[in-house]
Antibody, heavy 117, light 108 residues
């Protein structure tokens, strides 16, 4: 049974950079997409982007210029960096696993990130 | 982007009721649709994928149907643990994958 555990800073200042990491336990790293999803307070879920185990990434066009998703297969971890933060980036951020041709089937516990001066 | 619209946005129902939630896509997505359940303070869990395939471990009272642009999630007999918010997700075309706005199922 795969488990995803994520961590990172929860309170950030405007113009700062968000950095989150997700560790994968108990499952294969290959054969899946490794994803980031966020949920602003009271709003719908928003897909941020994803990477394969080979580092092939796809980003949400609305965030692409500020976004970096990377992977470290030696540690079974993948990471998210989002720069030039504003209050609109305040959300619960989730890491998740997506099998090829299927939707997200395993999720991390979520991290509340608040952008405030 | 493919826009996903759910209806209703919220509903009140009693234990034992049959509940149906609808999701419409702004363009055809074949059967590439998933349904998720989210409880307060928790990550979403996948109930249905490919419009009608039940995710492993999900009770059989949950079912999905539809293709193209219109889809439904049905709970055949609502249980106390089913009070939650439900989201649809299109996994047909990306970037980006897109979710519906959610349907909150509350106790009547």
């Amino acid at each position: 049974q795969v488990q995803l555990r994520q961590w990172g800073a929860g309170l950030l200042k405007p113009s700062g950079t968000l950095s989150l990491t997700c560790s994968v336990y108990g499952g294969s790293f290959s054969g899946y997409h490794w994803c980031w999803i966020r949920q602003p307070p009271g709003k719908r879920l928003e897909w941020i982007g994803e990477t394969t185990h080979t580092g092939n990434t796809k980003d949400n066009p609305s965030l692409k210029s500020r976004l970096t998703i990377s992977i470290d297969t030696s540690k079974n971890q993948f990471s998210l960096r989002l720069s030039s933060l504003t209050a609109a980036d305040t959300a619960v951020y989730y890491c998740a696993r997506r099998p090829y041709s299927k939707p997200f089937d395993s999720w991390g516990q979520g991290t509340l990130v608040t952008v405030s001066s | 982007d493919i826009q996903m619209t759910q209806s209703p946005s919220s509903l009140s129902a009693s234990v034992g009721d049959r509940v149906t939630i609808t999701c419409r896509a702004s363009q055809g997505i074949k059967t590439d649709l998933g349904w998720y359940q989210q409880k307060p303070g928790k990550a979403p869990t996948c109930l249905i994928y490919a419009a009608s395939s039940l995710q492993s471990g999900v009770p059989s009272r949950f079912s999905g149907s539809g293709s193209g642009t219109e889809f439904t999630l049905t709970i055949s007999s609502l249980q106390p643990e089913d009070f939650a918010t439900y989201y649809c997700l299109q996994h047909y075309d990306y970037p980006p994958w897109t979710f519906g706005q959610g349907t909150k199922v509350e106790i009547k």
